[in-house]
């Protein structure tokens, strides 16, 4: 097999490698790639800088993939040198490596304009991951950023750093943001945007010098005047990496040059992505890269044929609420072109065609970007635009309000980032037998670039394929219109606390009895119990913590950890039965006491009397955990089950959940505490623990899932800690563990707590610590009423006479 | 719709309006009967605490907009017209209260045959919706909230 080596494991290079793998002959292929992480989604690094998505979620082929396609990968590795006589490369740790075919996939550096003392503590650029985890590390809560740049990445970088809570200023050289891609008007619509949004921008500044003593105090501008600064990101642009090229004895002018085939001036050497120009350009966006890959595959591999004659540049901004779309002409010079325009400055929406010759030449949207598809489309194809001048900027509506997916053409591009057009996919349907999103995303990569696609590509899926079944996107309810995972990042990165304030700009503005305990228990997750509690947004039972009973009185159930309880405790809650005529005492199925038939104004005195902690069974949270005797007594016993369940009740106790979690721990696998059907159970076997999630044995009846096999109880406790947390964080609020495991699968559920990364696996355990402390006892609120007539029933102002 | 015959009235100092908090409501014992009081963030509502399914506790529900919804089955019932709103609870009713807040107090109009109603314990569920009924606006003093 002859040898494949590729440098730089980035977007364009492992696009390229993908598709040479469909091609034969097989190569033996390494990567190099300086950067210590498997292939991510560099798009998506503005998501992660805004807390939106993890650098976890943005991972595109994991070190599975390379495995499977027996690509050795050398991470950390840096090339040097190339020596194209003798056919090999040079890493940094001393390695040589022969090659037969060599491809350059080295993307572009960020560019430092000249400014005086760049090299400060606190000056960052924001190309890569690690760069964004430097920036996330340093960025706080009221520190003033300033981003040098006011171009896509610059602004998103604005954007990240404002989530993140810094008083964010952008600097830029031009008078219009975002030049490249916007006319002066609609750079006025957008600087207006931003502002609104609380983010200040200076136009027309160029930065001279950073001052400071070692560490960043403030920039300074040309002809004087500066602002002071914490921090200071560069965006100023990208400069194609092509040192390499240089190295190799290629032809470089901006970048590596390539012919139509992606052919360089050496016939073993090939280059691809943001390090190589093509008649004339460097690209900077992904979906040329990928163009690119395509037709650098059928060539390397000997099926020379396909050729790349260059791409219609698109962009849009990925912020949240500002949306900007511009792809081919944007000037106002060209010779005959016409330009249309439509302007609503109260709306904020601005959009503008350029035509020449009756075609689109270029389109500006600001303010409302949904009918991005169509004119790209027009561009591409050069459609005849002249039947059409009516409905140039306002389309017919067509029936139903979303994109007609059945009027698109073939040729129509759904995903922007990748380049996938709907021919692309429905032929990945018909041919390759996809029918679900996940398949769709592996076969084409549709909508695994910024995601703004994945509905456009479940309609196309839904018209194509009859037995597709949408991938449902659970709201809560008709009162915000918004998915709930989708919700939960949005509250995170919008930084929202109280649930009027959601309701308000996410919803109706009124809620309902469904909608307002879900985003309660959201708010409460998210911030770990820092939020703004609204009792009112919250059932009855949350409000007086006892839960109401079909006359309206309430039932109260003390904690009983472990189902161990005392003499003393046991006569006190007998004291109490006889003094509040407590109409029934029942032994529960949870190893607990209930005292049923309790009216609201006895409760906190209730509560005092038995001087016990509340056992939550009237709320979405933290049940109990049914033991058995274990090792303490019990002949067969072979783990201290009591012991263990007791330490996790105390563990995760007084806290919310999405719904009612019930746990059991028993001591052998005779299992007397029926820990198999409990939402997290644990079971002592001879020296080890059996961790299981996703029981029940309610309406539903299912047995647990073994999440993970442990030695000792501390392990076993702490595997308990990430499914809970993981669970509190990721399922739908009223979803029970044993719909959430089934939905998510015990393989992922695993793979994202016991066997998460380190990082990801504290995450969740710091998480869980912070709610945890911020909890309490809810019955201590029998000294301290959340409000003065929160138990009591009013009495009249005035005596009534009757 | 009955007529009710042309009584005495009396306004009747209830609560006060910071016993209620935003978007909850509490129950006040008038005599034998219980009357919700609810506080809207801009007006109180009052209405029967009774739900006209099984006699839930209305004062206990979650507010939506300018309704209530049963704590027992969630019963959707209007705070204005006392009548049930989803589907499960249409065509139901029950009876509500005008109201009216000054310098902070919170007044209730009792009739005089509702007072009456009291003494037999008022056992049967009302069934009827008072067409004067509704409420009014606290124009004049607007609660604390
Ligand atoms: C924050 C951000 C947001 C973006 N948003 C968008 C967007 O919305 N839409 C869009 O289309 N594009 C966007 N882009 C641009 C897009 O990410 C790039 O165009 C694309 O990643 C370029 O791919 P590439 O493979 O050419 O380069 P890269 O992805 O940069 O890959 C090159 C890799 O090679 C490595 N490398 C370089 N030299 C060597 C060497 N000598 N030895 C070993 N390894 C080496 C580098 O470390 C790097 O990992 C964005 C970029 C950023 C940074
Ligand atoms: C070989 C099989 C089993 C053996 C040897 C066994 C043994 C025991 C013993 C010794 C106890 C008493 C523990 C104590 O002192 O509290 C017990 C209790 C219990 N067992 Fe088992 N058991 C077996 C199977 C089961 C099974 C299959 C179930 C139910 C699924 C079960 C349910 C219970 C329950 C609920 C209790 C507690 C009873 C109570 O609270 O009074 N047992 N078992
Ligand atoms: S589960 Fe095992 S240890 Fe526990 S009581 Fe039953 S037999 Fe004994
Ligand atoms: S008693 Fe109100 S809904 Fe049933």
């Given at each position: ?43 998506l690094?503005s ?6 998505k ?35 490369v ?18 572009s ?8 003392e760049?090299?400060?503590?606190g000056?960052f ?15 706080r809560?009221g ?8 171009g896509?990445?610059?602004l ?15 600097v ?38 950073i ?7 403030g920039?300074?501008f ?13 965006a ?6 092509v ?6 004895g290629l ?5 590596i ?16 992505g ?11 966006l992904?979906?040329?890269l ?6 650098l595959a ?9 050729k ?14 500002v949306?900007?779309?511009?792809a ?7 010779d ?13 929406i ?14 500006i ?28 900027l ?18 129509e ?14 032929q ?21 670039g910024?995601?703004?696609c994945?509905?456009?590509?479940q ?16 709201t ?9 995972d ?23 503005g009124?809620g ?15 911030w ?18 006892a ?30 039965a006889?003094?509040?005529?407590v109409?029934m ?5 949870s190893?607990?006491i209930d005292?049923l038939?309790?009216k ?13 902690p ?27 089950s ?13 806290l919310f ?7 059991g ?12 059907v409990?939402d997290?159970?644990?079971?002592g076997?001879?020296?080890?623990w ?7 044995a ?12 442990v ?6 406790l ?22 959430f495991?089934e ?12 066997y ?15 709610s ?10 029998r000294?301290?009423?959340?409000h003065?007539t ?10 009534i006479?009757? | ?20 908090p935003?978007?909850?409501?509490r129950?006040?014992k ?20 009774r739900?006209?399914?099984k006699?839930?506790?209305?004062a ?8 209530v919804?049963?704590p ?11 009548e ?12 509500t209260?005008r109201?009216?807040?000054e ?22 569920l ?12 606290a ?7």
């Amino acid at each position: 097999m002859k040898k494949l080596v590729v440098v730089g494991n980035g977007m364009a290079g492992i696009a390229c490698v993908e598709q040479i793998l469909r091609h034969s002959p097989k190569f033996e292929i390494t990567i190099f790639g300086d950067e210590t992480h498997v292939n991510y989604n560099r798009i998506l690094l503005s998501s992660v800088l805004a807390g939106e998505k993890a650098s976890d979620d943005i991972v595109l082929n994991g070190l599975d993939w390379y495995q499977q396609n027996g690509i050795d990968l050398r991470l950390g590795v840096r090339i040097t040198g190339v020596d194209s006589q003798a056919k090999t490369v040079t890493g940094d740790d001393g390695s040589v490596t022969p090659f037969d075919k060599l491809l350059l996939a080295t993307g572009s550096n960020p560019l430092i304009p000249s400014i005086e003392e760049v090299k400060k503590e606190g000056v960052f650029v924001f190309r890569n991951l690690d760069d964004t985890r430097a920036l996330l590390e340093r960025c706080r809560p009221g520190i003033k950023a300033v981003v040098i740049g006011g171009g896509l990445l610059g602004l998103e970088a604005a954007r990240g750093l404002q989530v993140q809570g810094c008083e964010v200023t952008v600097v830029h050289l031009m008078e219009t943001l975002m030049e490249r891609q916007l006319d002066p008007t609609g750079g006025g619509y957008l600087a207006a945007k931003m502002n609104q949004m609380g983010i200040t921008v200076l136009l027309g500044l160029s930065t001279t010098a950073i001052l400071g003593n070692g560490k960043v105090e403030g920039v300074q501008f040309k002809g004087g005047g500066g602002i002071p600064a914490d921090l200071v990101v560069i965006a100023a642009g990208i400069r194609p990496n092509v040192g390499l090229g240089h190295e190799a004895g290629l032809e470089v002018k901006r970048g590596i040059v390539v012919n139509d085939y992606m052919e360089t001036s050496h016939p073993d050497i090939f280059a691809v992505g943001e390090c190589v120009q093509h008649n004339g350009v460097c690209y900077g966006l992904v979906a040329p890269l990928i163009e690119q890959g395509k037709v650098l595959a059928a060539t390397i591999t000997g099926n020379k044929g396909p050729k790349y004659q260059g791409s219609v540049q698109a962009a849009k901004l990925k912020i949240m609420g500002v949306d900007v779309f511009s792809a081919g002409e944007i000037g106002d010079k060209l010779d005959g072109s016409e330009v249309i325009r439509y302007e609503d400055p109260a709306l904020g929406i601005y959009r503008k065609l350029t035509l020449k010759g009756g075609k689109l030449a270029g389109v500006i949207l600001v303010g409302d970007t949904a009918d991005s598809h169509r004119y790209m489309d027009w561009l591409r194809t050069g459609k005849d635009l002249v039947p059409l001048r009516r409905q140039l900027l306002f389309p017919t509506p067509t029936e139903d309000a979303g994109i007609d997916v059945a009027q698109m053409a073939d040729s129509e591009t759904v995903c922007g980032c990748m380049g996938v057009t709907k021919g692309t996919i429905i032929q990945a349907i018909h041919e390759s037998g996809v029918n679900t999103l996940a398949q769709l995303k592996e076969c084409t990569r549709a909508s695994t670039g910024c995601g703004s696609c994945t509905g456009l590509c479940q309609s196309l899926l839904k018209a194509v394929v009859p037995e597709f079944e949408e991938e449902v996107k659970r709201t809560i309810c008709k009162c915000i219109p918004v998915a709930e995972d989708q919700l939960r990042e949005i509250l995170r990165s919008q930084q929202l606390k109280s649930v009027q304030e959601v309701l308000e700009i996410y919803g109706n503005g009124i809620g309902c009895e469904i909608c307002k305990p879900a985003l309660s228990y959201m708010l409460d997750m998210l911030w770990c119990g820092d939020h703004d509690e609204d009792r009112s947004a919250r059932f009855i039972n949350d409000r007086v913590h006892a839960n109401i009973q079909k006359d309206g009185t309430f039932s109260v159930v003390p904690r009983i950890r472990g189902g161990v309880t005392s003499p003393d405790e046991l006569r006190r809650i007998a004291d109490v039965a006889d003094k509040y005529r407590v109409p029934m005492v029942k032994i529960t199925g949870s190893q607990r006491i209930d005292l049923l038939g309790v009216k609201k104004s006895d409760l906190p005195k209730i509560w005092a009397d038995l001087g016990m902690p509340s056992g939550q069974a009237y709320t979405k949270g933290v049940r109990m955990v049914k033991t058995c005797v274990g090792t303490e007594f019990c002949r067969f016993g072979v783990q201290d089950s009591t012991s263990a369940g007791i330490e996790m009740e105390r563990r995760f106790e007084n806290l919310f959940t999405p719904h009612k979690v019930k746990m059991g721990a028993v001591g052998c696998p005779r299992n007397c505490a029926e820990a198999t059907v409990k939402d997290i159970g644990l079971i002592g076997q001879e020296g080890s623990w059996q961790v299981v999630v996703g029981g029940a044995a309610g309406k539903k009846v299912r047995k647990a899932d073994l999440l993970i096999t442990v030695e000792t109880t501390e392990e076993a406790l702490a595997a308990a800690a990430l499914f809970f947390q993981y669970y509190r964080e990721s399922a739908n609020y009223l979803e029970r563990t044993y719909d959430f495991v089934e939905r998510i699968g015990i393989e992922k559920v695993r793979k994202e707590t016991v066997y998460a990364q380190d990082a990801a696996k504290q995450g969740l355990l710091e998480r869980l610590r912070k709610s945890k402390e911020r909890s309490s006892d809810a019955w201590l609120e029998r000294d301290s009423p959340r409000h003065p007539t929160q138990f009591v029933q009013i009495k009249p102002l005035e005596e009534i006479f009757v | 719709m009955k007529e009710t015959k042309a009584e005495s009235k009396r306004w009747t100092r209830i609560a006060l309006c910071d016993d209620i908090p935003p978007r909850e409501g509490r129950a006040v014992k008038v005599g034998n009967r219980e009357i919700a009081i609810v506080n809207l963030g801009d007006r109180f509502l009052a209405i029967d605490n009774r739900c006209p399914h099984k006699g839930g506790p209305l004062a206990d529900g979650i507010v939506s907009g300018t309704t209530v919804v049963c704590p027992l089955h969630a019963w959707k019932i209007s705070l204005e017209t006392g009548e049930g709103v989803n589907s499960a609870s249409a065509s139901s009713c029950i009876e509500t209260l005008r109201t009216r807040v000054e310098h902070g107090v919170i007044f209730l109009e009792l009739a005089d045959n509702y007072r009456k109603g009291q003494e037999d314990g008022m056992q049967e569920l009302p069934v009827l919706c008072v067409e004067t009924g509704g409420t009014a606006t606290a124009a004049e003093s607007r609660p604390a909230t």
